[in-house]
């Protein structure tokens, strides 16, 4: 009944609360192993802000089939890297041990540091390598307090 009523209300935002649940339930399947993540999959989850291993594990396999196939320096492995970065920006922004995110901001400080050398202008890297350093630096200092 609350479903019709939420569809005939505002159609676009049922539509949008339907596709999450889609989304949602496509995610449970490979947290329990039914379905193996793909890199498409990964990027959804990533950009909903549910980055876990499996996701940073998918994201590391595209980055290095990239390099593979079309080079270390291609559009596509870069663009993988900085997704890969901003991905681990977001687990160690939620991470609690301090070992494993400081291990998570410096691995995405090189992915920004390589990308910027073979594209200067890249404003992801940019953002993300900014992001990275101020965060190591800002959770660092309050272990410390």
């Not at 192993?33 to 909903?48: N, V």
């Not at 396999?61 to 320096?73: Q, R, S």
Request: hydrophobic share 35%; glycine share 4%.
């Amino acid at each position: 009944m609350l479903a019709k009523v939420a569809s005939q209300a505002c159609p676009e935002s049922y539509s949008s609360l339907q596709l999450a649940e889609a989304g949602a339930i496509e995610s449970l399947k490979y947290r329990k192993g039914k379905s193996k993540l793909s890199y498409s999959q990964a990027a959804e989850l990533a950009q909903r802000g549910n980055t876990d291993k499996q996701v940073l594990a998918t994201f590391r396999k595209g980055l290095k089939e990239a390099e593979d196939e079309a080079g270390v320096n291609s559009k596509t492995a870069l663009d993988r890297a900085n997704n890969l970065a901003a991905a681990l920006l977001d687990a160690a922004n939620k991470e609690g041990d301090p070992e494993t995110f400081i291990q998570m901001y410096r691995e995405s400080e090189e992915l920004s540091l390589r990308i910027q050398k073979a594209y200067p202008d890249d404003k992801a890297a940019s953002s993300n390598l900014k992001a990275a350093r101020q965060s190591m630096i800002y959770r660092w200092r309050h272990l410390h307090d």
